[in-house]
């Protein structure tokens, strides 16, 4: 018996939506920006439902999950203008691209060596969608491929999180080490990268209620499209490629209009902490303690193959370190962190470039997360 009874659909509403926006509140301080929102909803989460105040099945996550997921997919591809991406990135592309070679290639080492059991496929999945793009990718690789383990995939976010930070903390300290950036012939002093021209200083317009609605009408109406011909093709699971496709088709081709519509990424963002909050509430925290070190193993192991990989080719293809570490971080972690590294570490003119990389992720993850899931 619950506090909030399951069939309580406005109070469960209320919960969650408050959940969220304590999530965001938190974010923005010292000790939020360390854990990050997708952890504090998933554990708002799971504290919730283990104390009994909500029930963690309800016809509101069954929403969240059916309707919220694809919409926020679609919202979050609105600037991923393919033209933009390859005319502006350069080198930075190049080893954003070597990135995903290593995610790709760590992701398959990863389970062959380690005893992931019968849901190794949906691991590789996700996992390779989320090192490629972002948490997003994860979610809809998720929702594609039906992976339902509520307490496996809380602990896949948490190994997510915990090494992904790890691994950022190794990415600023390599332009340090001595050895690294004698073999890339690396100069702190060199002013190659103060270019601020490759910095985004164009600021938001304020929200505007007609565009976030005007957003979310084209949302649904790609899902619509991508749902009558997923079903013309006979195969439901494709949806998602579909209105990934469309999305970026028309993020690509009519990109001076979608660009206007600043609400969508946010709107699309808060869908994905709702549908995190109610993963959380599913989650069997012991089942999640318990798969949590080897999924950080496998985390840690895709990690390592990755900037092994990135690192190696971008030697080899006579990459300069900045653009390396740049492109590895984009794809990793995403457009927000890799932006804010180029900017802490002076690589001003690498500032778009990380951001454009990073959404390019967004756009290509799903594609390669399904495939991965269809061949192992």
């Known amino acids: 018996m619950t506090l909030i009874s399951a069939d ?12 969220v926006a304590l999530a965001f509140k938190l974010e923005k301080t010292t000790i939020g920006q360390k854990i990050s929102g997708t952890i504090m909803v998933i554990t708002f989460g799971a504290i919730l439902a283990n104390f009994n105040i909500i029930s963690p099945s309800n016809a509101v996550f069954t929403s969240i999950n059916t309707i919220g997921v694809p919409i926020a997919i679609v919202l979050l ?23 995903a070679i290593g995610t790709t290639m760590g992701t398959i080492i990863g389970v062959m060596l380690l005893p992931l059991g019968e849901f190794e496929a949906e691991l590789a999945a996700i996992f390779s969608a989320t090192f490629i793009g972002g948490s997003a990718n994860f979610v809809g690789v998720a929702n594609a491929i039906d992976f339902k383990e509520e307490s496996l995939m809380a602990a896949s976010f948490a190994a997510d999180n915990v090494v992904g930070v790890s691994f950022m903390a190794l990415l600023i300290a390599i332009p340090s080490m001595q050895f690294m950036a004698k073999r890339f012939n690396y ?3 060199d002013t190659k990268y103060d270019d601020e021209d490759g910095a985004i200083t164009k600021e938001d317009p304020p929200f505007a209620i007609e565009r976030a609605v005007f957003s979310l009408g ?24 579909i209105l990934t496709t469309l999305t970026v088709a028309m993020a690509t081709f009519a990109h001076e209009k979608l660009t ?8 699309g963002i808060a869908i994905m902490y709702l549908f995190l909050g109610a993963v ?4 069997d925290i012991m089942t999640m303690i318990e798969s949590g070190m080897l999924l950080a193993l496998f985390a840690f192991t895709i990690l390592s193959t990755h900037l092994i990989v990135t690192l190696l080719l971008a030697k080899i293809f006579k990459l300069g370190l900045p653009e390396a570490l740049v492109g590895s971080n ?3 972690l995403g457009p927000p962190t890799a932006a804010a590294m ?21 756009a290509t993850a799903n594609f390669i997360g399904v495939l991965l899931y269809g061949l192992l």
């Open 342 to 362: 180029a900017g802490a570490m002076g690589w001003k003119s690498l500032v778009t470039p990380a951001v454009l990389c990073g959404t390019f992720g967004y």
């Open 77 to 99: 591809l609105f600037n991923a203008n393919l033209k933009k991406i390859f005319k502006e990135s350069g080198p930075t592309l190049i080893a954003f691209i070597f990135g």
């Open 218 to 241: 084209i949302a649904f109406l790609i899902v619509v499209l991508s749902d009558i011909l997923s079903e013309m093709i006979g195969y439901p699971p494709i949806r998602l490629l």
């Open 8 to 19: 309580n659909d406005f109070a469960m509403w209320a919960v969650m939506l408050l959940l």
């Open 260 to 267: 206007k519509l600043n609400e969508a990424f946010p709107i």
């Open 187 to 189: 100069d702190a002093k």
């Open 330 to 332: 984009a794809c990793i």
């Open 280 to 283: 959380g509430a599913s989650v």
